[in-house]
Nanobody
Framework: QVQLVESGGGLVQPGGSLRLSCAAS????????MGWFRQAPGKEREFVAA????????YYADSVKGRFTMSRDNAKNTVYLQMNSLEPEDTAVYYC????????????????????WGQGTQVTVSS
C-alpha cells in the first residue's frame, strides 16, 4: 500500500521561506514521477510542480516559477519543495502525489495523472 506523508508546513511572513517534505513508501520510488499540488479555501486543487524519476527534470506552474524548487532523494524515498519569497497568495494546503504511470516519459501536470496523495500540510503566509 502506498503511503505519502507530508511535513514542513506552517505560518510564515510574506517574503519568508519554508521547505516541505514528502516521505513515500509502498512503491519503487525511483520508478515514478512525483508532483506537488495545492488547494486554497474555496478553490480547486492546482498543480504546483513535478519532478522526473531521476530528479533531473522539473516543471513548475507559472505562479511559482523562480520562487519554488522541487527536488528528490531516491535513497530516502523523499521529495521536497523549497518555497522562497512566499506571498499571501501561496496560502493553501499542499499535497504531494505519485504518478500513476511507472517509467513515464515526460512529466505529469494534471490531477488525474496521479493516483496516491498525501494528507496535506497547511502553509499560511501572513503578517
Amino acid at each position: 500500500q502506498v503511503q505519502l506523508v507530508e511535513s514542513g508546513g506552517g505560518l510564515v511572513q510574506p517574503g519568508g521561506s519554508l521547505r516541505l517534505s514528502c516521505a513515500a513508501s509502498g512503491r519503487t520510488f525511483s520508478n515514478y514521477g512525483m508532483g506537488w499540488f495545492r488547494q486554497a479555501p474555496g478553490k480547486e486543487r492546482e498543480f504546483v510542480a513535478a519532478i522526473s524519476r531521476s530528479g533531473v527534470v522539473t516543471y513548475y506552474a507559472d505562479s511559482v516559477k523562480g520562487r519554488f524548487t522541487m527536488s528528490r532523494d531516491n535513497a530516502k524515498n523523499t521529495v521536497y519543495l523549497q518555497m522562497n519569497s512566499l506571498e499571501p497568495e501561496d496560502t493553501a494546503v499542499y499535497y504531494c502525489a505519485v504518478d500513476k504511470v511507472p517509467l513515464r516519459a515526460g512529466l505529469a501536470t494534471t490531477r488525474g495523472a496521479y493516483d496516491y496523495w498525501g494528507q496535506g500540510t497547511q502553509v499560511t503566509v501572513s503578517s
